[in-house]
Nanobody, 123 residues
Framework: QVHVVESGGGMVQAGGSLRLSCAASGRTLSDYGVGWFRQAPGKEREFVAA????????NYEDSVKGRFTISRDNAKNTVYLQMNSLKPDDTAIYYC????????????????WGQGTQVTVSS
């Protein structure tokens, strides 16, 4: 059984920063691509960022480019999402998902999801 766990969420003022972490048990996270997604109240879940197994390839949703950075430490089996210059529109539950592929994951490549961590950005 694979369990994905996110941490690092919280409340921050606009312009502030948070770093989310994603860890997994039951799967060697360092062998697979990983993605971050978010879901705001009343909205559908949307893609935020993804990273290949080596960290050599990443991609981002347009609204977070230049503000968010996805990275990984394979020695620690952990993936991070550094979020800077946060805006109230970034308020959402953030989910980490592991992919069944090692390359940069596509939309349909994710198979295990965490329970999410709340990020709230106040104006």
């Amino acid at each position: 059984q694979v369990h994905v766990v996110e941490s690092g969420g919280g409340m921050v003022q606009a312009g502030g920063s948070l770093r989310l972490s994603c860890a997994a048990s039951g799967r060697t996270l360092s062998d697979y691509g990983v993605g971050w997604f978010r879901q705001a109240p009343g909205k559908e879940r949307e893609f935020v960022a993804a990273i290949s197994w080596s960290g050599g390839r990443t991609n981002y949703e347009d609204s977070v480019k230049g503000r968010f950075t996805i990275s990984r430490d394979n020695a620690k089996n952990t993936v991070y999402l550094q979020m800077n210059s946060l805006k109230p529109d970034d308020t959402a539950i953030y989910y980490c998902a592991t992919a069944r592929v090692s390359r940069l994951p596509g939309r349909n490549d994710y198979d295990y999801w965490g329970q999410g961590t709340q990020v709230t950005v106040s104006s």
